[in-house]
C-alpha cells in the first residue's frame, strides 16, 4: 500500500474509534439503567403493562406526551381509553403518573442517566411520592 492511501485507511479508522461513542449514544436505549417498575398501581395490575409496548415507551414516551398535550390543549379531547380495565386520559400527572408514582427512581432517574433536563416539572406537578 502506497504511504498516502495508508494514512487515509488509518484515518478513517481513527474517525470511526472517536465517533463511535456518539453514534452509539444515539441508537442506544438507556438499557444499562436500572429504573423502578413496582408501585402500588402496578403491582396491583393483572398484566402489567404500559400505555403502549415497552420497547415503544422507552424510544417515544416524549412524542406520545407532545401529541397528548395537543389533543388536549388544542382539541379537548382528553379520553384515552382502558388499560387493564381501568379508564384512562391523556394526563401527564393523572395517567403516567398515576401508575409511575414513584417518579424520583423511574422518571427521573433514567433522565438522568441519560442526561435529559427535562422541564415540564415547571408546571406539571408531580404528586408527593409515597416511600414504598
Ligand atoms: C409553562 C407551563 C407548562 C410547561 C412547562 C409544560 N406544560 Fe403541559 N400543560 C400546561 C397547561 C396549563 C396545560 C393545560 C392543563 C389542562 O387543560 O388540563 C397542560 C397540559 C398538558 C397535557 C394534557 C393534560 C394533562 O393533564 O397532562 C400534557 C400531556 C402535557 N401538558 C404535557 C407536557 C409535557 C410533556 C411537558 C414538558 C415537555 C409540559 N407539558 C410542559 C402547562 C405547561
Ligand atoms: C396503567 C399503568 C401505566 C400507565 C398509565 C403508564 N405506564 Fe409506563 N409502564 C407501565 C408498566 C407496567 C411498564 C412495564 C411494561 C413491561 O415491562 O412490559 C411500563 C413501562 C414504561 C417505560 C419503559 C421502562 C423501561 O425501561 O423498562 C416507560 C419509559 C414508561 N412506562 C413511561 C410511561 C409514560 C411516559 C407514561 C404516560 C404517557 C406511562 N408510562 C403510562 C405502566 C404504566
Ligand atoms: C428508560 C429510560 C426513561 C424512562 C424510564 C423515562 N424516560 Fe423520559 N426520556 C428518556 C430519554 C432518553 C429522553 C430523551 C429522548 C430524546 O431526546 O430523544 C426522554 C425524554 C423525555 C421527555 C422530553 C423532554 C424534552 O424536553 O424534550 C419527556 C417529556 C419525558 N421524557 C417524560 C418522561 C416521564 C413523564 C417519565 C416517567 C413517567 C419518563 N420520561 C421516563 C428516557 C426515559
Known amino acids: ?15 470511526v474509534i472517536v465517533t463511535s461513542p456518539f453514534i452509539y449514544n444515539m441508537v ?3 438499557a ?6 413496582n408501585t402500588p398501581v402496578i403491582d396491583n395490575m393483572t398484566v402489567k403493562q404500559c400505555i403502549l409496548p415497552k ?11 407532545n401529541s397528548w398535550r395537543d389533543d388536549v390543549v388544542r382539541g379537548n ?22 401508575c409511575h ?19 415540564c416539572w415547571d408546571c406539571h406537578v408531580a404528586q408527593k411520592e409515597n416511600k414504598l
Do not use: W
Open 32 to 37: 444499562g439503567v436500572v429504573v423502578k417498575l
Open 55 to 65: 420497547e415503544q415507551m422507552i424510544h417515544d414516551h416524549m412524542k406520545i406526551l
Open 101 to 119: 408514582s414513584n417518579k424520583s427512581e423511574f422518571c427521573d432517574r433514567c433522565h438522568t442517566y441519560a442526561s435529559v433536563s427535562v422541564y
Open 77 to 98: 379531547h382528553r379520553e384515552f381509553g382502558k388499560i387493564d380495565g381501568v379508564m384512562y386520559e391523556k394526563s401527564l400527572q393523572l395517567t403516567c403518573l398515576h
Open 1 to 15: 500500500m502506497p504511504d498516502k492511501s495508508k494514512i487515509f485507511f488509518l484515518l478513517v479508522i481513527f474517525l
Open 28 to 30: 442506544r436505549t438507556p
